[in-house]
């Protein structure tokens, strides 16, 4: 019972937290279907808990650091870490992955939705979901950067958690270069970011597919990945310049200029603005059994060949069942 009553007092002690994974578990469901959904989510969540427990007691991963246990009775620990704490990777990661799917998945054809006009935002940004791209080596490295980055300017604010309603959980033996925070703690987090999408890829490959093809369009729930994304940073940022801190604030606004560009060029043009995801040709997929042979669907510009051809590519291809994930 006093777990479950530790736990209602973390849930009104921390409901940012609460808010930003009830959303992301919403855009999960929609875009991945429940069972990844839990997949995703436990592996992340077990991964981060596993390297806080291990780099409290070793230094490794993320350097040494140590939880002060201000809010012991206040909300829920296990161990010396606060539940919260691991927690929040969870959803950090699904935005982080969200935001490289949005950047690097081809579009596809928009006359396979009919009545969706050809220079509507769906129009232009037709996203399938296909298994091989969506589990492909720019989006998995991509995604960690993204997961890194966002840290960058997280971690300096909670580590001022004394000036603002978070607390001061956790410090450092000695100040980092980074407004406190020692570059171990990134790569700690780029290694929490690895071993977590690795292993999510890896089941996603052996799961039954989710029950959309790549003739659905994903584009929706993306971007409500995005916007989560977004709404995290702009939370901390905030925060920043609230507890009189305009230099973090400063620096994380010009470290997002130029991926918000990114983000922009996407939506404005269509077409993939970092790379471009092996649509065209074969790819190595990590932790498939084979080199994927991805044939390109045709896309939705006239050089691409006439209404005909395309009707031709739809008539040759073979069905394919379809799996619901429940």
């Given at each position: 019972?006093?777990?479950?009553?530790?736990?209602?007092?973390?849930?009104?002690?921390?409901?940012?937290?609460?808010?930003?994974?009830?959303v992301?578990?919403?855009?999960?469901h929609?875009?991945?279907?429940?069972?990844?959904?839990?997949?995703?989510?436990?592996?992340?969540?077990?991964?981060?808990?596993?390297?806080?427990?291990?780099?409290?007691?070793?230094?490794?991963?993320?350097?040494?650091?140590?939880?002060?246990?201000?809010?012991?009775?206040?909300?829920?620990?296990?161990?010396?870490?606060?539940?919260?704490?691991?927690?929040?990777?969870?959803?950090?990661?699904?935005?982080?992955?969200?935001?490289?799917?949005?950047?690097?998945?081809?579009?596809?054809?928009?006359?396979?939705?009919?009545?969706?006009?050809?220079?509507?935002?769906?129009g232009?940004?037709?996203?399938?979901?296909?298994?091989?791209?969506?589990?492909?080596?720019p989006?998995?490295?991509?995604?960690?950067?993204?997961?890194?980055?966002?840290?960058?300017?997280?971690?300096?604010?909670?580590?001022?958690?004394?000036?603002?309603?978070?607390?001061?959980?956790y410090?450092?033996?000695?100040?980092?270069?980074?407004?406190?925070?020692?570059?171990?703690?990134?790569?700690?987090?780029g290694?929490?970011?690895?071993?977590?999408?690795?292993?999510?890829?890896?089941?996603?490959?052996?799961?039954?597919?989710?029950?959309?093809?790549?003739?659905?369009?994903?584009?929706?729930?993306?971007?409500?990945?995005?916007?989560?994304?977004?709404?995290?940073?702009?939370?901390?940022?905030?925060?920043?310049f609230?507890?009189?801190?305009?230099?973090?604030?400063?620096?994380?606004?010009?470290?997002?200029?130029?991926?918000?560009?990114?983000?922009?060029?996407?939506?404005?043009?269509?077409?993939?603005?970092?790379?471009?995801?092996?649509?065209?040709?074969?790819?190595?997929?990590?932790?498939?059994?084979?080199?994927?042979?991805?044939?390109?669907?045709?896309?939705?510009?006239?050089?691409?060949?006439?209404?005909?051809?395309?009707?031709?590519?739809?008539?040759?291809?073979?069905?394919?069942?379809?799996?619901?994930?429940?």
């Amino acid at each position: 019972m006093e777990i479950v009553s530790l736990f209602i007092q973390t849930l009104l002690f921390r409901p940012y937290v609460f808010l930003f994974l009830a959303v992301s578990l919403f855009v999960a469901h929609r875009l991945l279907g429940w069972k990844r959904t839990a997949w995703f989510f436990g592996v992340t969540w077990i991964t981060a808990f596993a390297c806080e427990f291990s780099s409290t007691r070793t230094g490794v991963p993320f350097g040494w650091y140590h939880y002060t246990g201000s809010t012991l009775g206040q909300e829920l620990y296990l161990s010396n870490i606060p539940f919260m704490d691991s927690l929040s990777f969870t959803f950090l990661l699904f935005a982080s992955y969200c935001l490289a799917l949005f950047l690097l998945l081809p579009s596809r054809h928009s006359t396979l939705a009919p009545g969706v006009p050809t220079g509507s935002l769906l129009g232009r940004l037709y996203l399938g979901f296909t298994r091989d791209t969506r589990t492909s080596w720019p989006v998995l490295v991509l995604s960690v950067l993204l997961f890194v980055f966002i840290d960058m300017i997280v971690d300096p604010v909670a580590l001022r958690g004394d000036r603002w309603f978070l607390g001061r959980i956790y410090s450092y033996p000695a100040p980092g270069i980074h407004f406190g925070v020692p570059i171990a703690n990134y790569v700690g987090w780029g290694v929490v970011g690895l071993i977590s999408l690795a292993s999510y890829f890896f089941l996603d490959r052996r799961l039954p597919d989710v029950s959309r093809d790549d003739t659905v369009p994903v584009t929706g729930d993306l971007l409500l990945g995005c916007a989560l994304y977004y709404s995290v940073l702009i939370f901390i940022l905030a925060v920043s310049f609230w507890i009189g801190e305009p230099v973090i604030g400063a620096t994380g606004l010009f470290t997002y200029i130029p991926i918000t560009a990114l983000v922009v060029l996407r939506i404005l043009g269509g077409d993939p603005v970092v790379g471009r995801l092996p649509g065209t040709r074969n790819v190595i997929v990590p932790f498939a059994n084979r080199q994927s042979d991805i044939t390109a669907r045709p896309h939705a510009s006239s050089r691409m060949g006439d209404a005909g051809t395309r009707a031709r590519s739809h008539t040759d291809a073979p069905d394919k069942p379809r799996v619901s994930d429940s």
